[in-house]
């Protein structure tokens, strides 16, 4: 379409030029498509802008900072005791807690959606409470239940509160609403009939839950486990009251950023930030790539 | 396998998909569920597979109270409009599927599975995609691996419902065609549901009607078309028009005036004449059975339509002339029919007949 | 013709009996005890404890909390943050959401996935970044030392993470309803002599409003219970630049729990008022939002 458009106003060819043919190719797709619609430059360059100065920068700096440091110091800084440490246990148990919200939060969205029962909009409303409630009232909240002479701590033979388990609770807190939230509106899109054909061709419903409907959630499933993953890694104000934030311990990553830049380690900090971006781009890709390929695969509905 | 069907009711809330429903199905036959939307064909159809149950009534596989039986252990082989594949699984393992959920004590060997699944895709003339995933395949291919799928478990009774609905025409003739020769083939007794008319009395051997939960008549696709049992019956198959008339004694009345059509096998009291516009011919007025003035001439594709007039209430009957005839609008002719069809005015009780 | 009552019939009411596409009651039930049970251990129950240990002293206790002036100018920097951080966000989402939806240009996914940013990216890295530029040691440090202007360890440098991480809100609403809206009534207002910004005032917005509400809703939530990208920048400044969360983990690690949990009750508090709002948009406006929206 525009490539026609460009070419009927090409100028024409001056002799020894490049035929009109190849220069229409050649500005066949401009940077925008004319439209009639007005304010477009101002506000992309708006946009721009805000982003940049905002968002975009800020983020160059810590790149640029890390790049000035060198991968040898970088990778020096890493393999300091303490900060392994720390890193260990920020991805490890965030992929438990991501685990964890995959089992329940499939459980959760099935039920959701599949089953009818009193309360049930009061329920799925509920599901979003981890996005509702500031990250600092969760975490003190979470402190005061599971603190050995809380609610739930006081029933437990085993401690919660200000251990790597305390953490692992914090984190499935947050990070349920991503699996549920991921994984429902695709449930509810699955085609009864494809369950209905299982049945006539003679699988128990176990076979027909497990062989039909669950492969086809697989994708959202997976993107909600990483997205999960990805939020309890980052996560700060929910954690930091209920781990015991003992170094080599139970302190997370970004903990050891914040002391570290407080001591002006600001390498230090660097350091850490730059492994915890680089895992964030490592997602959003993951992601991305997951729903091609799931596109690819399993096409649109029908 | 025979499919005998008794006296079937079913209801959603208030609103009665089946009035009892009862139609024998001899081993073998391709028999077609006919009707509109909301007729209660498919409501039937997925009874009889066991995704359905019925408020009351018996379903029986030849002697087999099939009702007894969830839809998992009735051994159907059901087709759906929009093919409901697997899409996560291959070609060959949506096929199989049916043979590897059995249970340990009958299912076959990976093997003989695969001979199975193999010889399938030949029939259905698929041959070499066994490995393409649903996506990959177009519409016409899709169907025939849900045919192929539903084949492999060996059905008792073959279920489709509007199975080229979601087809292109050109598509839908081939497959139309291609399932008739399948059936002749294999010989499964094969019920399909359809909406369309043409598809229903070019296929089946018997063609079963139905009308907002009633089954209006059940026969041959020839006596379906020429000896209609029901009003809705003659109107729903071919085109039709009707003239509200009066039975008095075994004869028919128009505007009190006698028409000269032999006796008619109606009930004495108001009753409407049907006719198709093919069986109308046009004679001298005065002559034939009743007098008509043209109301409106048309152009219709190969043929010519007239609206036609008759009687004091001015009723319209449509006539199928042929593209030479000459006549204006206005003019008044006679009307001879050669065949044509007498019910009581609808309120008044008709017998379905079963053929 | 009736609409086919199969068609209409709503997720399978617990007390019915078996189906062919569905478990039996038994299984059902359990399911949904288990489901719940896990919601109300893990989600339910922060949120209860909250109010609980505010009101554990009693009455009293949770108003007496609110007499130290620290949490007031807490309140007053909050609110001004936010008032502040919400309106700039709108003005970028409108703006973003109108380049990206009614007009074609390269590089229009690129900026879509730029503006999800943030919500990959950890809060304290998202406040670090501002540290490494603003910072006694950073880039502009010594800059900004020398004009005597501080934006770390002050309000500036609060408004600065705060927008970082609340940008998306309105914007991720904003897009996706404004592209499936079209550009065609905005056509049609210009093909009648319409200006831009008129068109803008009296067809866009109107048709948005509602979806307008829902990310600023969002938006001023997030802008107002930020902790993680605060604390970094904000050098815990009593009286001068606390926020309210950053006040609750004062008094929390003060062990003033009562007074901790009262001043969380009132972010809790907003924290329910934006669910109840959020459902009752997606409720009533539900085809007046974008749909497939993702959190």
């Known amino acids: ?164 388990l305390g953490i692992f609770v914090a984190m499935t807190f947050i990070g349920l609403p991503f699996v ?68 080599n311990v139970s302190e997370i990553a970004p903990l050891l950023i914040i002391t570290k830049l407080e001591s002006f380690d600001y390498a230090g900090a660097t350091a850490i930030a730059t492994i915890m971006l680089a895992m964030s781009f490592v997602i959003l890709l993951v992601v991305n790539l997951i729903e091609a390929w799931s596109r690819r695969r399993l096409g649109h509905a029908r | 396998m025979d499919l005998k069907i008794r006296d079937v009711r079913k209801e959603y809330g208030s609103f009665p998909a089946l009035n009892g429903v009862s139609l024998d199905i001899r081993s073998g036959e391709l028999v077609a569920l006919l009707g509109p939307s909301g007729s209660g064909k498919t409501t039937l159809l997925r009874a009889i597979a066991g995704l359905e149950i019925p408020d009351s009534g018996r379903i029986l596989f030849g002697d087999e109270d099939a009702l007894a039986k969830p839809v998992q252990e009735r051994n159907v082989g059901f087709v759906f409009q929009h093919y409901a594949l697997f899409r996560h699984m291959k070609v060959f393992d949506n096929i199989a599927f049916g043979l590897r959920v059995r249970g ?90 359809t909406h369309d008319q043409e598809e229903a009395l070019e296929l089946a051997d018997r063609v079963a009607i139905l009308h907002k939960g009633d089954l209006q008549q059940v026969g041959t ?54 006719v198709r516009p093919q069986d109308v011919t046009f004679v001298t007025p005065g002559e034939g059975v009743a007098l008509g003035r043209i109301a409106a001439l048309r152009r219709l594709g190969a043929f010519r339509r007239a609206d036609v007039e008759v009687g004091a209430r001015r009723s319209r009957i449509e006539v199928r002339l042929p593209p030479e005839a000459v006549f204006a609008e206005g003019e008044e002719v006679g009307l001879a029919f050669e065949r044509f069809a007498v019910f009581p005015a609808e309120g008044a009780p008709s017998a379905a007949r079963a053929a | 013709m009736p609409a086919d009552p199969r068609q209409t019939l709503p997720a399978h009411p617990v007390t019915a009996g078996a189906s062919p596409t569905t478990e039996p009651v038994a299984v059902r039930a359990a399911l949904i005890v288990v489901a719940l049970a896990f919601l109300a251990l893990f989600l339910v129950l922060p949120l209860v404890a909250v ?150 005032w009296s067809v866009t917005l109107p048709n948005v409003r509602w979806a307008l509400l829902y990310g600023v809703l969002l938006c001023n939530a997030r802008a107002m219970g930020e902790f993680g990208a605060v604390s970094v920048v904000s050098g815990h400044l009593r009286g001068q630049t606390n926020t309210v969360p950053l006040q609750v983990e004062i008094l929390y690690n003060d062990y003033n729990f009562v007074a901790a949990f009262a001043v969380a009750s009132l972010l809790a508090g907003l924290g329910l008022v934006t669910l109840v709002v959020k459902s009752a948009l997606e409720w009533r406006y539900a085809d007046q939002l974008a749909s497939g929206r993702r959190h």
């Open chain 1, 1 to 164: 379409m525009t490539s026609s458009l460009d070419a009927t106003y090409a100028a024409p060819a001056a002799p020894g030029a490049p035929p009109s043919r190849l220069k229409a190719r050649m500005s066949a797709t401009p940077f925008r498509t004319p439209s009639a619609v007005p304010g477009f430059g101002l506000a992309l360059g708006f946009t721009v802008l805000y982003m940049s100065l905002l968002v975009l920068i800020p983020l160059g700096a810590v790149v640029a900072w890390a790049a000035s440091l060198g991968p040898t110091r970088l990778l020096a800084i890493l393999s300091q005791t303490q900060t392994l440490n720390a890193l260990k246990i920020s991805f490890g148990i965030s992929l438990a807690a991501a685990a964890m919200n995959a089992v329940f939060g499939l459980l959760l969205a099935w039920v959701l959606t599949r089953y009818d029962f009193p309360g049930r909009r009061l329920v799925d409303a509920a599901v979003d409470l981890p996005f509702a409630l500031p990250t600092a009232v969760a975490g003190i909240a979470l402190a005061a239940i599971y603190a050995p002479n809380g609610w739930v701590g006081s029933l437990l033979p085993f401690k919660v509160a200000y251990t790597p």
């Open chain 1, 180 to 247: 549920v939230r991921t994984v429902q509106p695709v449930l509810a899109d699955v085609d009864r009939e494809l369950e209905e054909a299982s049945a006539t061709l003679g699988a128990g419903r176990l076979t027909t839950v497990f062989r039909v409907v669950f492969p086809t959630l697989i994708p959202a499933l997976l993107t909600g486990f990483a997205l999960a993953f990805a939020r309890a890694v980052g996560e700060y104000g929910s954690i930091i009251f209920i781990a015991g934030n003992i170094p």
């Open chain 2, 104 to 193: 340990r004590a009958r299912r076959p060997a990976e093997a003989d599975i695969r001979k199975k699944v193999l010889e399938l895709l030949d029939l259905v003339q698929l041959k070499g995609l066994e490995n393409r995933y649903p996506a990959q395949l177009s519409g016409g291919q899709r169907q025939r691996v849900a045919l192929a799928r539903a084949l492999a478990i060996e059905p008792q009774v073959l279920l489709l419902d509007e199975p080229f609905g979601a087809l292109d025409a050109q598509v839908r003739k081939e497959l139309r065609r291609w399932l008739r020769e399948i059936h002749n083939e294999t010989g499964h007794t094969t019920v399909f549901v």
């Open chain 2, 221 to 274: 696709p020839d006596a379906i078309y020429d000896e209609p049992a029901t009003p809705f019956v003659y109107a729903f198959i071919g085109d039709s028009s009707s003239l509200p008339i009066e039975v008095r004694g075994g004869r028919a009345a128009l505007d009190g005036r006698a028409l000269p059509l032999g006796s008619v096998d109606a009930p004495d009291g108001p009753a409407r004449l049907h």
């Open chain 3, 51 to 200: 109010f609980a240990e505010a009101f554990r002293n009693g009455v009293d206790a949770y108003f007496a909390s609110f007499d130290d002036p620290d949490t007031w100018s807490a309140v007053w920097l909050t609110l001004g943050v936010a008032a502040i951080a919400v309106p700039l966000n709108v003005v970028f989402g409108l703006a973003a959401s109108w380049a990206v939806a009614k007009h074609d240009f390269r590089g229009k996914s690129l900026l879509v996935t730029l503006i999800d940013l943030p919500f990959s990216v950890s809060p304290v890295v998202s406040g670090m970044c501002y540290v490494l530029l603003f910072g006694a040691q950073g880039y502009f440090g010594h800059y900004l030392q020398s004009v005597g202007v501080q934006i770390i360890f002050a309000v500036p440098g609060l408004v600065l993470a705060t927008i970082f991480v609340t940008f998306p809100f309105v914007a991720r609403e904003l897009i996706p309803l404004m592209q499936e809206q079209g550009v065609s009534e905005e056509e049609a207002a210009l093909s009648l002599g319409a200006g831009g910004w008129r068109t803008f």
